[in-house]
């Protein structure tokens, strides 16, 4: 069983930064593709950047140059940094685990305009 929490959303204005952190339990982080998703309202859920075992990242070419995923395997913890913020960013933002269908309970991120 794998627990993802997510940490560090909340109310940006546009063109500012926020920090997402996701920490897992469980001893199959390290050797898995972590990944973040988000869902606007009325939206389906997209994915917004994948990261491997190996540090490959893989980025929505609607995030690409502004946000930048990193993972820490010694804390189990995956992280999304974004910049540049847009209001078409608002969404819940989950942090993902997609091999093995485990998902975290999402975090709030809301960029006024």
């Known amino acids: 069983q794998v627990q993802l929490v997510e940490s560090g959303g909340g109310l940006v204005q546009a063109g500012g930064s926020l920090r997402l952190s996701c920490a897992a339990s469980g001893r199959t982080f390290s050797s898995n593709t972590m990944a973040w998703y988000r869902q606007a309202p009325g939206k389906q859920r997209e994915a917004v950047v994948h990261?491997?075992?190996?540090?490959?990242?893989i980025y929505a070419d609607s995030v690409k140059g502004r946000f930048t995923i990193s993972r820490d395997n010694a804390k189990n913890t995956v992280y999304l940094q974004m910049r540049r913020l847009k209001p078409e960013d608002t969404a819940v933002y989950y942090c993902a685990l997609p091999a093995l269908g485990y998902w975290g309970q999402g975090t709030q991120v809301t960029v006024s305009s």
């Open positions: 990261i491997t075992s190996g540090g490959t990242k």
